[in-house]
Nanobody, 115 residues
């Protein structure tokens, strides 16, 4: 079992930046990939970005070039650096790990982009 703890959300003005963190504990050696998802009020949860064990990354089109997913293996932490934030990025952001024993979600962190 892998446990996840997210942090780094908050209120930011349009054009600003935030860095989200997703710290993993437990059976971290079973992690094959980590993804970030988000859910805006009244909308379905959507995929944002993924980093796999090889280090390869992928992004949804609307965040490509603005968001960067990365990881620090020494800290068992995956980050989502979000630049040039837009009001439509407002959502609760969740990290999810895909493991050999199943998937686990974090509790979510609120990101609000507003002037």
């Amino acid at each position: 079992q892998v446990r996840l703890e997210e942090s780094g959300g908050g209120l930011v003005q349009p054009g600003g930046s935030l860095r989200l963190s997703c710290a993993a504990s437990g059976n971290i050696f079973s992690i094959k990939a980590t993804g970030w998802f988000r859910q805006a009020p009244g909308k379905q949860r959507e995929w944002v970005a993924t980093i796999i064990s090889s280090g390869s990354t992928s992004y949804r089109d609307s965040v490509q070039g603005r968001f960067t997913i990365s990881r620090d293996n020494a800290k068992n932490t995956v980050y989502l650096q979000m630049n040039n934030l837009k009001p439509e990025d407002t959502a609760v952001y969740y990290c999810k790990v895909f493991t050999t024993g199943g998937d686990s979600w974090g509790q979510g962190t609120q990101v609000t982009v507003s002037s």
